[in-house]
Every structure is written in C-alpha cells, then in structure tokens.
C-alpha cells in the first residue's frame, strides 16, 4: 500500500509560481506523475516521471516551458514546480503513483490505482 500526501496548492495571480509536494509512504513506486481536474472538465495527466537510473519525463504540451517534475528517491518526494501559472491552470491536483505504464499522458486516469487527496491551485488574472 503508498499513501500520498499532497501540499503546496494556493491562490495566486497570474504570472506567479508555485510548487506542489507529495509525500510518498509505504510501497515506492519509480513512477508517479501529476493529474488536475480543471473546472468542469474530466481529470487529465499533468507531467509524469520515470525515475529509474534513465529519467524519463513527460508533459502535457500546455505546461512544457512553464512546470517541471522532479522526483527525490531518496526522501520519496514528487514535486511540481509550476511558473508562469495562467487562469487555465486553475483546479485541483492531484498526486499519483503505479505501475509504469499507467504513469503516461495517454493512460487513462481510471486505471490509475494510488492518488493523493488533492491540492487546489487557483490563478486569477
């Protein structure tokens, strides 16, 4: 069993950064990855990492230049560090961790079994 703990969400201004937190506990998992659930919208992958001796990382293109996933395999710690943050970015994030090929933008989030509680963000412009 991997409990996941997200922190780090808030409200901010457009423009402003803001950096997301998992904490992993339990079962570690080499790969993990960051979804958010926008307004209205269904849940989509974020970013994803592949934190094995060869790191692989993934982003959904309307974030690319803007957020960067990293993964500490030794404290068990998933980060987000999310700049430039638009209006657009606002929902709840969400922290996850499974098998390898459930951690990719084309995987669909059902089959994803382990998810943190979620943080919101919020961007006003």
């Known amino acids: 069993q991997v409990r996941l703990v997200e922190s780090g969400g808030g409200s901010v201004q457009e423009g402003a950064s803001l950096r997301l937190s998992c904490q992993s506990s339990?079962?570690?998992?080499?790969?993990m990855g960051w979804f958010r659930q926008r307004p209205g919208k269904e849940r989509e992958g974020v970013a994803f990492?592949?934190?094995?001796?060869?790191?692989?990382?993934e982003y959904t293109d309307s974030v690319k230049g803007r957020f960067t996933i990293r993964k500490d395999n030794h404290k068990n710690i998933l980060t987000l560090q999310m700049n430039s943050l638009k209006p657009e970015d606002t929902g709840m994030y969400y922290c996850?961790?499974?098998?390898?090929?459930?951690?990719?933008?084309?995987?669909?989030?059902?089959?994803?079994?382990?998810w943190g509680q979620g943080t919101q963000v919020t961007v006003s412009s």
């Open positions: 339990g079962i570690r998992y080499r790969c």
């Open positions: 990492i592949d934190a094995g001796r060869d790191v692989f990382i």
């Open positions: 996850a961790a499974d098998l390898c090929s459930r951690m990719h933008l084309t995987s669909p989030p059902q089959e994803v079994n382990n």
